[in-house]
């Protein structure tokens, strides 16, 4: 089991950044692709970010490409999303979650943390 745990979700302006914060517990972190993954209001959840176990490799949503940036600090069991250049609609509820291997499919990973707000104000 892989627990998760998001902070960092708050009210910003339009134009402002953020840094999202996932903290986890359990088995090995570091042997863990990470994810994340947001759902607007009335929205499925979609994908964002994903990173690979050792941080060599990261994709991206096209509708962040280049204001958010996902990293990880396995000897922290955490992983973080620098959100700049914020938007409206990047207003969601934001989740980390765990799989084996980097996928940016939502349904292949099997630990989900309990999500933060993150509020963009126009």
């Known amino acids: 089991q892989v627990q998760l745990v998001e902070s960092g979700g708050e009210l910003v302006q339009a134009g402002g950044s953020l840094r999202l914060s996932c903290a986890a517990s359990?088995?090995?972190?570091?042997?863990?692709?990470m994810g994340w993954f947001r759902q607007a209001p009335g929205k499925e959840r979609e994908f964002v970010a994903t990173i690979s176990w050792r941080g060599a490799n990261t994709y991206y949503a096209d509708s962040v490409k280049g204001r958010f940036t996902i990293s990880r600090d396995n000897a922290k069991n955490t992983v973080y999303l620098q959100m700049n250049s914020l938007k409206p609609e990047d207003t969601a509820v934001y989740y980390c979650?765990?799989?084996?291997?980097?996928?940016?499919?939502?349904?292949?990973?099997?630990?989900w943390g309990q999500g933060t707000q993150v509020t963009v104000s126009s």
């Open positions: 979650a765990a799989h084996r291997v980097v996928s940016v499919q939502i349904h292949d990973y099997d630990y």
């Open positions: 359990g088995r090995t972190f570091s042997s863990y692709a």
